[in-house]
Protein backbone atom coordinates (compact mmCIF):
# COMPACT_ATOMS: atom_id res chain seq x y z
CA UNK A 1 0.00 0.00 0.00
CA UNK A 2 1.25 3.01 -0.73
CA UNK A 3 1.77 6.10 1.54
CA UNK A 4 -0.37 9.18 0.50
CA UNK A 5 0.15 12.43 1.79
CA UNK A 6 -3.00 14.79 2.33
CA UNK A 7 -2.99 18.07 2.44
CA UNK A 8 -6.58 20.13 4.70
CA UNK A 9 -7.53 22.83 5.84
CA UNK A 10 -8.75 23.32 9.22
CA UNK A 11 -12.19 24.81 9.34
CA UNK A 12 -12.65 24.36 13.18
CA UNK A 13 -11.94 27.97 13.11
CA UNK A 14 -11.47 30.88 11.49
CA UNK A 15 -7.36 30.61 11.51
CA UNK A 16 -7.42 28.03 8.75
CA UNK A 17 -4.31 25.99 9.40
CA UNK A 18 -3.02 24.18 6.81
CA UNK A 19 -2.60 20.72 7.72
CA UNK A 20 -0.26 17.38 6.40
CA UNK A 21 -1.67 13.90 6.61
CA UNK A 22 0.37 11.10 5.78
CA UNK A 23 -1.61 8.01 5.48
CA UNK A 24 -0.50 4.25 4.25
CA UNK A 25 -2.64 1.54 4.72
CA UNK A 26 -5.63 3.39 5.66
CA UNK A 27 -4.15 4.28 8.89
CA UNK A 28 -2.84 7.38 9.41
CA UNK A 29 0.82 7.32 10.49
CA UNK A 30 1.60 11.26 10.91
CA UNK A 31 -0.05 14.66 11.27
CA UNK A 32 1.37 17.94 10.94
CA UNK A 33 1.19 21.81 11.09
CA UNK A 34 -1.90 22.08 13.57
CA UNK A 35 -1.45 24.75 16.28
CA UNK A 36 -3.57 23.24 18.16
CA UNK A 37 -5.49 19.59 19.57
CA UNK A 38 -8.51 21.00 17.89
CA UNK A 39 -6.83 21.18 14.71
CA UNK A 40 -5.41 17.40 15.10
CA UNK A 41 -8.81 15.87 16.46
CA UNK A 42 -10.54 17.53 13.02
CA UNK A 43 -8.25 16.24 10.49
CA UNK A 44 -8.40 12.69 11.74
CA UNK A 45 -12.19 12.33 11.80
CA UNK A 46 -12.06 14.05 8.26
CA UNK A 47 -9.80 11.59 6.90
CA UNK A 48 -11.86 8.49 8.38
CA UNK A 49 -15.42 9.62 8.89
CA UNK A 50 -15.97 13.54 7.42
CA UNK A 51 -18.57 15.43 9.63
CA UNK A 52 -20.57 18.83 9.62
CA UNK A 53 -22.51 20.50 11.85
CA UNK A 54 -26.06 21.33 9.85
CA UNK A 55 -27.88 25.00 10.14
CA UNK A 56 -30.80 25.36 8.34
CA UNK A 57 -34.17 27.46 9.12
CA UNK A 58 -37.41 25.53 10.09
CA UNK A 59 -40.82 27.64 9.08
CA UNK A 60 -42.81 28.59 12.12
CA UNK A 61 -46.08 29.95 12.48
CA UNK A 62 -47.61 32.81 14.60
CA UNK A 63 -44.40 33.91 14.93
CA UNK A 64 -42.63 37.55 14.67
CA UNK A 65 -40.85 36.03 11.54
CA UNK A 66 -41.83 33.43 9.46
CA UNK A 67 -38.78 31.18 10.31
CA UNK A 68 -36.15 29.80 13.21
CA UNK A 69 -32.76 29.21 12.41
CA UNK A 70 -31.24 25.62 13.72
CA UNK A 71 -28.32 23.52 14.40
CA UNK A 72 -27.65 20.06 15.19
CA UNK A 73 -26.53 19.80 18.73
CA UNK A 74 -23.41 17.47 17.55
CA UNK A 75 -21.47 17.89 13.82
CA UNK A 76 -23.86 14.85 12.12
CA UNK A 77 -22.20 12.45 8.99
CA UNK A 78 -21.71 14.08 5.85
CA UNK A 79 -23.35 11.65 3.68
CA UNK A 80 -26.76 12.11 5.68
CA UNK A 81 -26.79 16.16 5.55
CA UNK A 82 -29.53 15.80 2.86
CA UNK A 83 -31.10 13.03 3.93
CA UNK A 84 -32.23 15.03 7.37
CA UNK A 85 -32.87 18.72 5.11
CA UNK A 86 -35.40 17.03 3.13
CA UNK A 87 -36.74 15.68 6.55
CA UNK A 88 -36.38 19.13 8.41
CA UNK A 89 -38.07 21.11 5.02
CA UNK A 90 -41.58 19.95 6.21
CA UNK A 91 -41.71 20.71 9.66
CA UNK A 92 -43.37 23.49 10.79
CA UNK A 93 -42.93 24.86 14.04
CA UNK A 94 -45.47 26.99 15.94
CA UNK A 95 -44.18 30.30 17.78
CA UNK A 96 -43.06 30.70 20.68
CA UNK A 97 -39.67 29.13 20.13
CA UNK A 98 -36.74 30.45 22.52
CA UNK A 99 -33.31 30.41 21.54
CA UNK A 100 -31.65 26.81 22.91
CA UNK A 101 -34.99 25.51 22.47
CA UNK A 102 -34.82 21.39 21.56
CA UNK A 103 -37.01 21.47 18.65
CA UNK A 104 -36.49 17.72 17.43
CA UNK A 105 -35.14 15.29 19.91
CA UNK A 106 -33.16 12.21 18.63
CA UNK A 107 -33.72 12.87 14.91
CA UNK A 108 -33.75 9.57 12.76
CA UNK A 109 -32.43 8.20 16.30
CA UNK A 110 -28.96 9.80 15.55
CA UNK A 111 -28.42 10.93 19.26
CA UNK A 112 -28.09 14.36 17.75
CA UNK A 113 -31.26 17.16 18.45
CA UNK A 114 -31.86 20.13 16.37
CA UNK A 115 -31.74 23.11 18.37
CA UNK A 116 -33.15 26.59 17.82
CA UNK A 117 -30.07 29.52 17.37
CA UNK A 118 -32.64 32.31 17.10
CA UNK A 119 -35.97 33.11 19.02
CA UNK A 120 -39.26 33.53 17.21
CA UNK A 121 -41.40 35.56 19.25
CA UNK A 122 -45.15 35.00 18.80
CA UNK A 123 -47.60 37.48 17.61
CA UNK B 1 -36.50 57.46 29.03
CA UNK B 2 -34.26 60.22 29.78
CA UNK B 3 -33.38 62.36 27.60
CA UNK B 4 -30.03 63.29 27.88
CA UNK B 5 -27.10 60.88 27.90
CA UNK B 6 -23.24 60.32 28.47
CA UNK B 7 -22.98 58.07 25.08
CA UNK B 8 -25.43 57.35 22.74
CA UNK B 9 -24.38 54.69 19.97
CA UNK B 10 -25.97 54.54 16.44
CA UNK B 11 -26.48 50.94 15.06
CA UNK B 12 -27.61 47.93 17.12
CA UNK B 13 -25.08 44.96 15.60
CA UNK B 14 -22.39 43.64 17.20
CA UNK B 15 -20.13 46.89 17.70
CA UNK B 16 -23.18 48.85 19.37
CA UNK B 17 -24.25 46.53 21.35
CA UNK B 18 -20.74 45.59 22.52
CA UNK B 19 -19.71 48.91 22.87
CA UNK B 20 -23.09 50.06 24.48
CA UNK B 21 -22.35 47.28 26.98
CA UNK B 22 -18.98 48.25 28.16
CA UNK B 23 -19.85 52.13 28.26
CA UNK B 24 -22.68 51.09 30.81
CA UNK B 25 -19.65 48.97 33.07
CA UNK B 26 -17.97 51.86 32.82
CA UNK B 27 -20.55 54.04 34.42
CA UNK B 28 -22.35 55.75 31.49
CA UNK B 29 -25.60 56.77 30.72
CA UNK B 30 -26.38 54.95 27.21
CA UNK B 31 -28.75 54.31 24.62
CA UNK B 32 -28.86 52.55 21.50
CA UNK B 33 -30.56 53.96 18.24
CA UNK B 34 -31.13 50.82 16.04
CA UNK B 35 -32.99 51.36 12.49
CA UNK B 36 -34.21 47.70 12.18
CA UNK B 37 -37.25 46.22 14.49
CA UNK B 38 -34.90 44.25 16.79
CA UNK B 39 -31.57 44.48 18.30
CA UNK B 40 -28.56 42.01 16.90
CA UNK B 41 -27.66 43.31 13.64
CA UNK B 42 -26.29 41.25 10.66
CA UNK B 43 -25.54 37.99 12.35
CA UNK B 44 -28.98 37.21 13.01
CA UNK B 45 -29.45 36.14 9.29
CA UNK B 46 -25.87 34.58 9.35
CA UNK B 47 -27.06 31.17 10.57
CA UNK B 48 -23.78 29.31 10.56
CA UNK B 49 -21.26 28.72 13.04
CA UNK B 50 -17.96 30.52 13.28
CA UNK B 51 -18.59 33.45 15.26
CA UNK B 52 -17.17 34.05 18.91
CA UNK B 53 -14.48 31.52 18.70
CA UNK B 54 -11.98 34.35 19.73
CA UNK B 55 -14.26 36.42 22.26
CA UNK B 56 -16.83 34.16 23.63
CA UNK B 57 -14.25 31.22 23.18
CA UNK B 58 -17.22 29.33 21.64
CA UNK B 59 -18.23 28.10 18.27
CA UNK B 60 -21.53 30.29 18.07
CA UNK B 61 -24.15 30.82 15.09
CA UNK B 62 -24.42 34.27 14.31
CA UNK B 63 -27.66 34.64 16.04
CA UNK B 64 -26.64 33.34 19.14
CA UNK B 65 -23.68 35.23 19.25
CA UNK B 66 -26.22 38.88 19.03
CA UNK B 67 -28.39 37.49 21.71
CA UNK B 68 -25.60 36.85 23.54
CA UNK B 69 -25.21 40.47 23.45
CA UNK B 70 -28.69 41.28 23.56
CA UNK B 71 -29.12 39.45 26.63
CA UNK B 72 -26.29 41.11 28.66
CA UNK B 73 -28.05 44.66 27.17
CA UNK B 74 -31.34 43.40 28.96
CA UNK B 75 -29.28 42.91 32.23
CA UNK B 76 -27.87 45.99 32.39
CA UNK B 77 -30.90 47.19 31.64
CA UNK B 78 -29.35 49.45 28.63
CA UNK B 79 -32.10 52.04 27.01
CA UNK B 80 -32.70 51.63 22.71
CA UNK B 81 -34.62 52.38 20.44
CA UNK B 82 -35.62 50.23 17.71
CA UNK B 83 -37.10 50.90 14.16
CA UNK B 84 -35.27 54.22 15.00
CA UNK B 85 -34.35 56.67 12.28
CA UNK B 86 -31.82 59.13 12.79
CA UNK B 87 -33.00 62.09 10.94
CA UNK B 88 -30.15 64.66 12.33
CA UNK B 89 -26.55 64.65 14.69
CA UNK B 90 -25.83 68.66 15.37
CA UNK B 91 -22.19 68.76 17.33
CA UNK B 92 -22.80 71.46 19.81
CA UNK B 93 -19.54 71.76 20.94
CA UNK B 94 -16.79 69.27 22.07
CA UNK B 95 -18.87 67.86 25.11
CA UNK B 96 -22.36 68.09 23.48
CA UNK B 97 -24.33 66.72 20.68
CA UNK B 98 -27.44 66.66 19.79
CA UNK B 99 -29.25 63.43 18.17
CA UNK B 100 -32.45 63.79 16.68
CA UNK B 101 -34.61 60.42 16.18
CA UNK B 102 -37.55 59.32 14.62
CA UNK B 103 -39.44 56.05 15.42
CA UNK B 104 -42.77 54.66 16.18
CA UNK B 105 -42.64 56.44 19.89
CA UNK B 106 -42.11 59.78 17.72
CA UNK B 107 -39.77 62.73 17.10
CA UNK B 108 -37.80 62.96 20.06
CA UNK B 109 -34.57 64.80 20.52
CA UNK B 110 -31.54 63.56 22.57
CA UNK B 111 -28.48 65.39 23.93
CA UNK B 112 -25.34 63.21 24.62
CA UNK B 113 -21.72 64.20 25.64
CA UNK B 114 -20.26 61.57 23.11
CA UNK B 115 -21.77 59.57 19.85
CA UNK B 116 -20.46 55.94 19.09
CA UNK B 117 -21.20 55.24 15.26
CA UNK B 118 -21.71 51.56 14.94
CA UNK B 119 -23.80 51.45 11.26
CA UNK B 120 -22.07 48.61 9.74
CA UNK B 121 -21.30 48.53 5.85
CA UNK B 122 -23.43 48.72 3.36
CA UNK B 123 -23.26 45.89 0.06
CA UNK B 124 -21.40 47.14 -2.96
CA UNK B 125 -23.69 46.86 -5.86
CA UNK B 126 -24.14 45.63 -9.26
CA UNK B 127 -23.25 49.74 -10.32
CA UNK B 128 -19.71 49.43 -8.91
CA UNK B 129 -18.75 46.22 -10.45
CA UNK B 130 -19.60 47.27 -14.12
CA UNK B 131 -21.99 44.74 -14.92
CA UNK B 132 -24.26 45.66 -17.94
CA UNK B 133 -27.24 43.92 -19.35
CA UNK B 134 -31.45 43.55 -18.54
CA UNK B 135 -32.59 44.95 -15.45
CA UNK B 136 -34.86 41.85 -15.00
CA UNK B 137 -35.82 40.23 -11.85
CA UNK B 138 -33.57 37.48 -10.51
CA UNK B 139 -30.32 39.95 -9.29
CA UNK B 140 -29.99 40.04 -5.48
CA UNK B 141 -27.29 41.25 -2.96
CA UNK B 142 -26.07 38.04 -0.77
CA UNK B 143 -26.99 39.91 1.98
CA UNK B 144 -30.64 40.45 0.59
CA UNK B 145 -30.22 36.74 -0.80
CA UNK B 146 -29.84 35.75 3.02
CA UNK B 147 -32.38 37.49 4.63
CA UNK B 148 -34.83 35.99 2.17
CA UNK B 149 -34.03 32.55 2.69
CA UNK B 150 -32.51 32.96 6.50
CA UNK B 151 -35.25 35.08 7.82
CA UNK B 152 -38.10 35.01 5.68
CA UNK B 153 -38.16 31.53 4.31
CA UNK B 154 -38.31 32.09 0.89
CA UNK B 155 -35.92 30.55 -2.25
CA UNK B 156 -34.16 33.89 -4.37
CA UNK B 157 -33.68 31.28 -7.27
CA UNK B 158 -33.34 27.29 -8.33
CA UNK B 159 -29.76 28.31 -10.48
CA UNK B 160 -27.52 30.41 -9.12
CA UNK B 161 -24.28 32.44 -10.42
CA UNK B 162 -22.25 34.13 -7.02
CA UNK B 163 -20.51 36.93 -8.28
CA UNK B 164 -17.19 37.09 -5.86
CA UNK B 165 -15.46 34.96 -4.06
CA UNK B 166 -15.56 36.55 -0.61
CA UNK B 167 -17.00 35.01 2.57
CA UNK B 168 -20.63 36.23 2.23
CA UNK B 169 -20.38 34.70 -1.23
CA UNK B 170 -19.35 31.41 -0.35
CA UNK B 171 -21.53 30.78 2.76
CA UNK B 172 -24.28 31.70 0.47
CA UNK B 173 -23.51 29.11 -1.90
CA UNK B 174 -23.19 26.43 0.64
CA UNK B 175 -26.59 27.35 2.11
CA UNK B 176 -27.99 27.70 -1.40
CA UNK B 177 -26.65 24.13 -2.07
CA UNK B 178 -28.20 22.78 1.33
CA UNK B 179 -31.52 24.13 0.31
CA UNK B 180 -31.41 22.17 -3.52
CA UNK B 181 -30.19 25.43 -5.53
CA UNK B 182 -27.66 24.53 -7.76
CA UNK B 183 -25.17 27.38 -7.73
CA UNK B 184 -23.39 27.43 -11.18
CA UNK B 185 -20.32 28.73 -10.27
CA UNK B 186 -18.87 30.86 -7.91
CA UNK B 187 -17.19 34.21 -9.96
CA UNK B 188 -13.82 36.31 -9.02
CA UNK B 189 -12.33 38.92 -10.78
CA UNK B 190 -8.83 38.67 -8.71
CA UNK B 191 -6.48 35.27 -9.42
CA UNK B 192 -6.65 34.41 -5.42
CA UNK B 193 -10.18 33.94 -3.65
CA UNK B 194 -11.40 36.71 -1.84
CA UNK B 195 -12.77 34.59 1.67
CA UNK B 196 -10.98 32.52 4.14
CA UNK B 197 -9.64 29.16 3.50
CA UNK B 198 -12.06 27.51 5.68
CA UNK B 199 -14.66 28.89 4.04
CA UNK B 200 -13.46 27.96 0.45
CA UNK B 201 -13.07 24.15 1.52
CA UNK B 202 -16.32 23.98 3.57
CA UNK B 203 -18.33 25.87 0.98
CA UNK B 204 -16.92 24.91 -2.30
CA UNK B 205 -15.04 22.16 -2.36
CA UNK B 206 -17.40 20.16 0.27
CA UNK B 207 -20.21 20.56 -2.95
CA UNK B 208 -17.83 20.56 -5.94
CA UNK B 209 -18.86 24.01 -6.82
CA UNK B 210 -16.57 25.10 -9.55
CA UNK B 211 -14.47 28.52 -8.59
CA UNK B 212 -13.92 30.65 -11.80
CA UNK B 213 -10.66 33.04 -10.66
CA UNK B 214 -10.03 35.81 -12.78
CA UNK B 215 -13.03 36.05 -14.40
CA UNK B 216 -15.96 38.81 -14.40
CA UNK B 217 -19.11 38.36 -15.41
CA UNK B 218 -19.36 40.93 -18.15
CA UNK B 219 -23.39 41.27 -18.78
CA UNK B 220 -26.61 40.12 -17.47
CA UNK B 221 -29.22 39.13 -19.73
CA UNK B 222 -32.77 37.69 -19.60
CA UNK B 223 -36.56 39.15 -20.89
CA UNK B 224 -38.31 39.01 -17.05
CA UNK B 225 -36.01 37.23 -15.45
CA UNK B 226 -32.03 36.45 -15.46
CA UNK B 227 -31.25 33.96 -18.21
CA UNK B 228 -27.67 33.65 -18.71
CA UNK B 229 -24.62 35.73 -17.85
CA UNK B 230 -21.72 36.15 -20.24
CA UNK B 231 -18.42 35.41 -18.48
CA UNK B 232 -14.92 36.38 -19.12
CA UNK B 233 -11.64 35.67 -18.16
CA UNK B 234 -8.89 38.68 -17.14
CA UNK B 235 -5.66 38.97 -16.64
CA UNK B 236 -4.05 40.23 -12.70
CA UNK B 237 -4.92 44.04 -13.93
CA UNK B 238 -8.35 42.68 -14.31
CA UNK B 239 -7.80 43.80 -18.32
CA UNK B 240 -10.01 41.15 -20.66
CA UNK B 241 -8.21 38.80 -22.27
CA UNK B 242 -10.71 38.14 -24.74
CA UNK B 243 -12.20 34.89 -23.88
CA UNK B 244 -15.76 35.04 -23.22
CA UNK B 245 -18.68 32.16 -22.75
CA UNK B 246 -22.23 31.91 -21.61
CA UNK B 247 -23.60 30.26 -18.06
CA UNK B 248 -27.28 29.64 -18.15
CA UNK B 249 -29.22 30.36 -14.67
CA UNK B 250 -32.01 31.75 -13.55
CA UNK B 251 -30.62 33.77 -10.66
CA UNK B 252 -27.14 36.41 -9.78
CA UNK B 253 -26.14 36.97 -6.66
CA UNK B 254 -23.45 40.00 -6.04
CA UNK B 255 -21.27 39.40 -3.14
CA UNK B 256 -18.71 42.40 -4.42
CA UNK B 257 -17.65 43.09 -0.76
CA UNK B 258 -18.44 45.90 1.36
CA UNK B 259 -17.91 49.23 2.10
CA UNK B 260 -18.08 50.86 6.10
CA UNK B 261 -21.93 52.60 5.72
CA UNK B 262 -20.26 56.76 6.65
CA UNK B 263 -22.85 58.94 5.02
CA UNK B 264 -23.71 60.30 8.08
CA UNK B 265 -20.30 60.90 9.53
CA UNK B 266 -19.84 61.86 5.93
CA UNK B 267 -22.56 64.91 6.15
CA UNK B 268 -20.82 65.81 9.71
CA UNK B 269 -17.59 66.88 8.02
CA UNK B 270 -15.53 63.61 9.53
CA UNK B 271 -12.35 63.32 7.76
CA UNK B 272 -12.18 60.01 5.25
CA UNK B 273 -9.66 57.18 4.33
CA UNK B 274 -9.68 56.61 1.01
CA UNK B 275 -8.12 53.09 1.77
CA UNK B 276 -10.23 52.07 4.60
CA UNK B 277 -13.19 53.85 2.96
CA UNK B 278 -14.56 54.88 6.30
CA UNK B 279 -13.31 57.45 8.79
CA UNK B 280 -9.44 58.82 10.19
CA UNK B 281 -9.42 57.64 13.90
CA UNK B 282 -7.29 57.98 16.43
CA UNK B 283 -6.22 54.48 18.69
CA UNK B 284 -9.53 55.44 20.54
CA UNK B 285 -11.55 55.33 17.38
CA UNK B 286 -12.08 58.82 17.79
CA UNK B 287 -13.15 60.79 14.27
CA UNK B 288 -11.29 63.92 13.55
CA UNK B 289 -14.42 65.28 15.19
CA UNK B 290 -13.80 65.10 19.05
CA UNK B 291 -16.55 63.08 20.88
CA UNK B 292 -17.88 61.13 17.64
CA UNK B 293 -16.05 57.33 17.94
CA UNK B 294 -16.83 54.80 15.44
CA UNK B 295 -16.70 51.05 15.59
CA UNK B 296 -16.84 48.01 13.50
CA UNK B 297 -17.53 47.73 10.15
CA UNK B 298 -18.25 51.61 9.86
CA UNK B 299 -14.18 51.96 10.52
CA UNK B 300 -13.14 48.95 8.46
CA UNK B 301 -14.50 46.23 7.06
CA UNK B 302 -13.42 43.40 9.34
CA UNK B 303 -13.49 39.46 8.82
CA UNK B 304 -14.38 38.21 12.23
CA UNK B 305 -17.01 39.47 14.44
CA UNK B 306 -14.84 39.30 17.72
CA UNK B 307 -12.69 42.00 15.86
CA UNK B 308 -15.80 44.20 15.84
CA UNK B 309 -16.72 43.14 19.52
CA UNK B 310 -13.18 44.37 20.49
CA UNK B 311 -13.65 47.48 18.27
CA UNK B 312 -17.25 48.71 20.21
CA UNK B 313 -15.28 47.80 23.34
CA UNK B 314 -12.45 50.17 22.35
CA UNK B 315 -14.63 52.50 20.89
CA UNK B 316 -16.91 52.86 24.58
CA UNK B 317 -13.62 53.28 26.63
CA UNK B 318 -12.49 55.97 24.11
CA UNK B 319 -15.96 57.81 25.16
CA UNK B 320 -14.96 57.23 29.21
CA UNK B 321 -11.81 58.72 28.78
CA UNK B 322 -13.30 62.05 27.18
CA UNK B 323 -15.49 62.51 29.44
CA UNK B 324 -13.93 61.50 32.44
CA UNK B 325 -10.67 63.41 31.16
CA UNK B 326 -8.56 60.35 31.80
CA UNK B 327 -6.80 61.52 28.54
CA UNK B 328 -6.11 64.44 26.59
CA UNK B 329 -5.84 63.85 23.02
CA UNK B 330 -2.68 66.61 22.70
CA UNK B 331 -0.55 64.06 20.93
CA UNK B 332 -1.69 63.29 17.19
CA UNK B 333 0.88 61.06 15.60
CA UNK B 334 -0.07 59.73 12.20
CA UNK B 335 0.58 55.62 11.03
CA UNK B 336 2.64 55.40 7.98
CA UNK B 337 3.39 52.18 6.39
CA UNK B 338 4.65 50.59 3.39
CA UNK B 339 3.12 50.54 -0.36
CA UNK B 340 2.56 46.25 -0.02
CA UNK B 341 0.41 47.46 2.92
CA UNK B 342 -3.28 48.12 1.81
CA UNK B 343 -4.03 50.26 4.88
CA UNK B 344 -3.61 50.11 9.29
CA UNK B 345 -6.22 51.35 11.73
CA UNK B 346 -5.98 53.51 13.86
CA UNK B 347 -4.33 56.14 11.25
CA UNK B 348 -3.33 58.53 14.03
CA UNK B 349 -2.33 57.62 17.99
CA UNK B 350 -1.95 59.17 21.07
CA UNK B 351 0.43 57.26 23.13
CA UNK B 352 -1.95 57.31 26.06
CA UNK B 353 -2.66 53.89 25.88
CA UNK B 354 -1.86 50.39 24.97
CA UNK B 355 -2.75 50.36 20.76
CA UNK B 356 -4.79 47.46 18.42
CA UNK B 357 -3.60 48.29 15.36
CA UNK B 358 -5.46 46.23 12.17
CA UNK B 359 -4.29 46.30 8.74
CA UNK B 360 -4.54 44.08 5.51
CA UNK B 361 -1.87 43.32 2.85
CA UNK B 362 -2.07 44.11 -0.54
CA UNK B 363 -1.36 40.36 -1.89
CA UNK B 364 -0.82 37.03 -0.81
CA UNK B 365 2.81 36.74 0.88
CA UNK B 366 4.82 34.22 2.77
CA UNK B 367 6.85 34.60 5.75
CA UNK B 368 6.11 38.20 6.45
CA UNK B 369 7.90 40.18 8.73
CA UNK B 370 5.76 43.37 9.94
CA UNK B 371 8.03 45.93 11.65
CA UNK B 372 6.81 48.65 13.70
CA UNK B 373 10.24 51.14 12.92
CA UNK B 374 10.88 53.61 15.39
CA UNK B 375 10.04 51.50 18.29
CA UNK B 376 11.69 48.34 17.06
CA UNK B 377 8.72 46.24 17.71
CA UNK B 378 8.76 43.18 15.02
CA UNK B 379 5.72 40.49 14.31
CA UNK B 380 6.20 37.28 12.00
CA UNK B 381 3.48 35.67 9.93
CA UNK B 382 4.19 32.62 8.19
CA UNK B 383 1.43 33.79 5.55
CA UNK B 384 -0.80 36.51 4.83
CA UNK B 385 -3.74 37.28 2.79
CA UNK B 386 -5.24 40.07 1.67
CA UNK B 387 -8.50 38.37 3.14
CA UNK B 388 -7.37 37.46 6.42
CA UNK B 389 -7.14 41.23 8.30
CA UNK B 390 -3.93 40.98 10.41
CA UNK B 391 -4.33 41.81 14.26
CA UNK B 392 -1.25 43.25 16.66
CA UNK B 393 -1.28 44.86 19.64
CA UNK B 394 1.34 47.12 21.24
CA UNK B 395 1.29 48.01 24.75
CA UNK B 396 1.50 51.60 25.73
CA UNK B 397 5.17 51.13 27.86
CA UNK B 398 6.62 50.08 24.25
CA UNK B 399 5.37 53.11 22.46
CA UNK B 400 7.94 55.52 24.06
CA UNK B 401 10.07 56.19 21.74
CA UNK B 402 7.53 57.15 18.87
CA UNK B 403 8.42 60.97 18.09
CA UNK B 404 6.34 62.97 15.50
CA UNK B 405 5.59 59.59 13.53
CA UNK B 406 5.44 55.57 13.27
CA UNK B 407 6.21 53.67 10.80
CA UNK B 408 4.59 50.17 9.55
CA UNK B 409 7.11 48.08 7.38
CA UNK B 410 6.29 44.87 5.97
CA UNK B 411 8.80 42.74 4.72
CA UNK B 412 8.31 39.21 3.15
CA UNK B 413 9.62 36.52 0.37
CA UNK B 414 7.56 37.53 -2.05
CA UNK B 415 8.09 41.24 -2.00
CA UNK B 416 11.49 42.24 -1.88
CA UNK B 417 13.32 44.60 0.32
CA UNK B 418 13.05 47.95 -1.37
Known sequence: ?123 | MKHKYDTIVIGGGPAGLASAIKATKLGLKTLIIEKTERLGGIPLQCIHEGFGVIYFKQNLTGPEFSYKLIKEVDRLSIDYITSGYVSEINILSDEAKQVKVISPKGYQVFETKTLIYAAGAREKTLHEINVVGDRVSGIFTAGEAQALMDIYGVMPGREVVIIGSGDVGLILTRRLILEKAKVKAVIEAMPYPGGLVRNIVQCLKDFDVPLLLGHVVKEIRGRKRVEKVVVEKVDENLKPLGESFSITCDTVIISAGLLPHVRMLRELGVKMDPLTRGPIVNDFFETSIRGVFVAGNALIVNDLVDYVVEQGENAAEGAYSLITKKYVRQQNIPVLFDDNIRFVVPQRITKTSDVVFYLRVKRPMKDVKIIFEEIDKVFVFSKARPSEMIRVKIKKKDLGDIKDKLHVRLYSDASPQT
Not at chain 1, 8 to 30: A, R
Not at chain 1, 68 to 91: A, D, G, N, Q, R
Open chain 1, 1 to 123: MPVRKLKYTCIVCPQGCEIEVVISDNEIKEIKGFKCIRGKRYVTEEVLAPKRTLITVLHCKNGDYPTVSVKTSKPIPKEKMFEILEYLSKIVLEAPVDIGDIVIRNIFDSGVDIIATRPCRKV
